[in-house]
């Protein structure tokens, strides 16, 4: 994705965090406050492996991966990339109207299905199952984006001052 993609906004309120255009160096600093955005956000969410809505985030999902990929790809020290790349790899538990938050947790002894007659709702089902599918997609899409954008900081030249 071009940087112009990077400079349009999808969300609300993308505005307030600079992403309106700019320079290199501003874009490439818009990209690091966004990351840093979204990691202080992992850190007082409590995501585990469940599946969220993409309005929990502070700011839009394009805006985040593309900033990871600008991040990634200028980050010079392969052990920040990979971790870049696994706080960014998170982003795919987050899509598009899913809704409540969906779970990966097993039921608990005390819930209906212990008695045996409880049974899901099958439109509960399709939506989980639907869900589950997409985030797979999501999570082969943003490995081969950043594995690119990790490629392309691999393999800058490195200029001494």
Same mark, same amino acid.
């Given at each position: 994705? @071009? ?38 956000? /992992? ?11 993409? &309005?929990?985030? @502070? ?15 200028? *980050? ?7 971790? /870049? ?10 899509? *598009?109207?899913?809704? @409540? ?12 299905? &212990? ?10 089902? &399709?939506?989980?199952?639907?869900? /589950? ?29």
């Amino acid at each position: 994705m @071009p940087y112009s993609a990077f400079t349009k906004p999808a969300h609300g309120d993308d505005h307030v965090y600079g992403i309106d255009g700019g320079t290199d160096a501003q874009l490439l600093q818009t990209a690091h406050r966004l990351v840093d955005i979204y990691l202080v956000y /992992l850190r007082e969410h409590e995501t585990g492996s469940d599946l969220f809505d993409t &309005r929990e985030l @502070p700011v839009s999902k394009g805006s985040l991966i593309n900033a990871f990929r600008v991040v990634i790809a200028t *980050e010079s020290r392969s052990g920040v990339r990979a971790l /870049l790349v696994k706080a960014g790899m998170t982003l795919a538990q987050f899509q *598009e109207n899913i809704g @409540p938050r969906m779970s990966f947790k097993p039921a608990s002894s005390n819930d209906k299905a &212990r008695d045996g007659r409880w049974r899901p709702d099958p439109g509960q089902i &399709r939506r989980f199952d639907h869900a /589950l599918m997409r985030h797979g997609e999501e999570r082969t899409r943003l490995v081969r984006m950043f594995r690119h954008a990790a490629d392309i900081a691999e393999h800058k030249p490195i200029h001494d001052a």
